[in-house]
């Protein structure tokens, strides 16, 4: 398990944990990131500001304190 800060770009997860407090944590849910929901790592900035992910079909952007709130588990993003 680890932030998706810390991953590959195409990788690929389940999110295991989102650790934020409010408000972004509620913006988060909001977005349909939630514990259990499937997500991919479309892209980032050159200065890892800025995290586009995908999720249920839904492109979103993620700044980088969002983005490390945010824990998956994959088998392909452990190498």
């Known amino acids: 398990m680890?932030?998706?800060?810390k991953c590959r770009?195409?990788?690929e997860g389940t999110i295991?944990?989102?650790r934020a407090r409010e408000p972004i944590k509620g913006r988060l849910?909001?977005?349909g990131l939630a514990k259990?929901?499937?997500i991919k790592i479309l892209d980032h900035t050159l200065a890892k500001q800025t995290w586009e992910v995908e999720s249920d079909g839904?492109?979103?952007?993620l700044r980088e304190e969002e983005a490390?709130?945010?824990f998956i588990e994959s088998q392909e993003c452990d190498t």
């Not at 680890?2 to 800060?5: E, G, L, Q, R």
């Not at 839904?58 to 952007?61: G, L, N, Q, R, S």
């Open 36 to 38: 259990g929901s499937h």
């Open 16 to 18: 295991a944990r989102i």
């Open 58 to 61: 839904t492109k979103i952007a």
């Open 29 to 31: 849910f909001s977005l």
């Open 9 to 11: 770009i195409g990788c």
């Open 68 to 70: 490390a709130s945010i």
């Open 2 to 5: 680890k932030p998706i800060t």
